[in-house]
């Protein structure tokens, strides 16, 4: 059965820091690009940063860049997000994907709250 599991979402001050975390099992993880996405309120999915199978190459969106850093542990079947310097327009549920490379197999978590308020 595969799973994906988010963890680590919470509320936070603005200026403050979070890191998600997205355990997987159920497939082979170092076999899969993983991202990021998020999904506001009244607003449509999109994607925050992506690593590539082996953490060689990272991309974020503009919105972010500077701000998070996604990282793997393909010891622990786990994919990290350091969020720091936080906003309000960071709030959003955030969800880990995967990608198992060269198949058409694709994962998604349950998704994690981050909420960014004083």
């Known amino acids: 059965q595969v799973q994906l599991v988010e963890s680590g979402g919470g509320l936070v001050q603005p200026g403050g820091s979070l890191r998600l975390s997205c355990a997987g099992s159920?497939?082979?993880?170092?076999?899969?690009?993983m991202s990021w996405y998020r999904q506001g309120p009244g607003k449509e999915r999109e994607l925050v940063a992506t690593i590539t199978s082996t953490g060689g190459y990272t991309n974020y969106a503009d919105s972010v860049k500077g701000r998070f850093t996604i990282s793997r542990d393909n010891a622990k079947n786990t994919v990290y997000l350091q969020m720091n310097s936080l906003k309000p327009e960071d709030t959003a549920v955030y969800y880990c994907?995967?990608?198992?490379?060269?198949?058409?197999?694709?994962?998604w978590g349950q998704g994690t709250q981050v909420t960014v308020s004083s």
């Open positions: 159920g497939f082979t993880f170092s076999r899969a690009g």
């Open positions: 994907k995967a990608v198992v490379i060269a198949t058409n197999l694709v994962f």
